[in-house]
């Protein structure tokens, strides 16, 4: 019994970093799992993983920045717009003023930036809500997207679709599969092995009790194991294919903005910001800097996303990113984040638009329509997020609350009374 309390507290719902990782893993596995028998096999083939990465990786670009934005307490409707005004701007630049493409990713970026800016100043120094000004964007960069270019799609050089149609590049012996991703493979499964050793070593260096040994070596082993099974099929794929470049971005931006939201001052301003912006701004936050930075952070993300999809469309068109913002709120939403600020994940967001993603890829490889497809995705949506919560309330095991766990203000913060309470979470936050 002890061991089973033990496998409950430190693998599926602990307050370490590590495990959180595993629970949320554990989760997509479960679901890819699912559809692989639904769909006779056909979704962790290899051409369709690669597939599945490529449609998907600019949602979940924007994930990440609308995570930092719900956090803060807003909302961004304006990013699918933002993305095809850049990346319509962009496709300009490059057939029209032949701006090399290197040159024209930092255009694109720049002008992400300026909007960005634009809807920062309103929503951070004016006070207007972002939920208007980012509707109003919405409008406006839309238009801008369609008036730029006639209507008309714009088609990008060959160079500029590496970022969005590319893949990692074969080098060293014939070994049957695609050298680069495997060697991307071993990176990952030593770096859990370093991850969990260093996590044990701080534990005793703390004086506090690590985590069971044999837990730790099922969790390695079942994080090692994931990573080689995914690296497999990534490396394996029909020739010319492997893990693709915007895979490789995705990864970068992961990695520096959870490293930035956790272990930073500036990142544990936003959720100071989003968890009681009065008692955050009373201990010293800067509650404009911190709304400017969310809203240009995300536009600037926007931007990203516009160029790697217009490069994997291989053209900028009229149409490109209608309904992304509803796709990358959803994949918050679904993460664990939560509708008043304060609370969510960068991987739980990553998550969160890999369920949406697999969700739509396995409906599709059955033949689902449009239609159904849209229908499903919103009931699966609100099913899962009140089947959890409703756990939660009861006292049972909830794969949301496990997440939000290390966020929790009664977590963070002794009993206290009402004043004290209040001010704690943001305390807590910025001290950090």
């Known amino acids: ?242 893990f693709p470049i915007s895979g490789i971005i995705l990864l970068v931006l992961v990695i520096a903005y959870s490293f930035y939201t956790r272990n930073t001052a500036g990142g544990r301003h936003i959720y100071a910001v989003g968890g009681n912006s009065r008692a955050a701004e009373l201990s010293g936050v800067k509650l404009k800097r911190v709304n400017f930075f969310v809203m240009m952070n995300m536009s600037i993300l926007a931007a990203l996303a516009g160029m790697i999809f217009v490069a994997r469309s291989a053209a900028s068109g009229p149409q490109d990113g209608n309904g992304w913002e509803l796709d990358a709120i959803a994949a918050v939403f679904i993460g664990g984040a939560a509708v008043a600020g304060g609370i969510g994940t960068i991987s739980g967001s990553i998550v969160g638009g890999l369920v949406m993603a697999v969700l739509n890829n396995g409906l599709q490889l059955q033949g689902v329509g449009t239609d159904k497809v849209q229908i499903i995705k919103g009931l699966v949506l609100l099913l899962a997020v009140a089947i959890d919560v409703y756990n939660k309330s009861q006292g049972r095991f909830s794969i949301i609350g496990s997440l939000m766990r290390p966020f929790r203000r009664e977590d963070s913060a002794p009993p206290a009374s009402p004043p004290d309470a209040e001010r704690e979470p943001a305390k807590a936050a910025v001290s950090g």
Do not use: C
């Not at 290197?102 to 992400?112: C, T, Y």
């Not at 006639?150 to 500029?160: D, L, M, Q, R, S």
């Open 1 to 242: 019994m002890s061991r089973l309390k033990d496998l409950q507290k430190n693998l599926f719902g602990g307050t370490t970093s590590n495990a959180r990782q595993f629970g949320m893993i554990f989760t997509l596995v479960a679901i890819v799992l699912i559809f692989q028998v639904w769909t006779d096999g056909l979704t962790l083939r290899s051409d369709n993983l690669i597939a599945l990465f490529q449609q998907n990786s600019y949602i979940l670009i924007l994930a990440i920045g609308m995570l930092m934005v719900i956090v803060a307490g807003h909302i961004d409707l304006s990013v699918g717009s933002v993305a095809a005004f850049a990346g319509i701007l962009v496709a300009k630049s490059m057939t029209e003023w032949n701006l090399p493409w290197p040159v024209a990713i930092v255009f694109g970026l720049a002008i992400g930036a300026v909007i960005g800016a634009w809807q920062g100043f309103w929503v951070a120094y004016v006070g207007v809500p972002a939920f208007i000004v980012t509707l109003a964007g919405m409008l406006l960069f839309r238009g801008g997207n369609q008036y730029i270019g006639n209507a008309n799609t714009i088609p990008v050089p060959e160079g500029f679709r590496e970022i969005g149609s590319g893949f990692l590049p074969e080098f060293g012996p014939n070994t049957g599969y695609n050298n680069a991703t495997l060697l991307l493979g071993l990176i990952a499964a030593v770096a859990v092995v370093w991850r969990e050793i260093r996590a044990r070593n701080t534990r005793r260096a703390m004086d506090a009790d690590p985590t069971p040994m044999w837990i730790s070596i099922l969790r390695m082993a079942i994080m090692v194991g994931v990573i080689a099974f995914a690296a497999l099929r990534f490396a394996s794929g029909r020739v010319g294919t492997s």
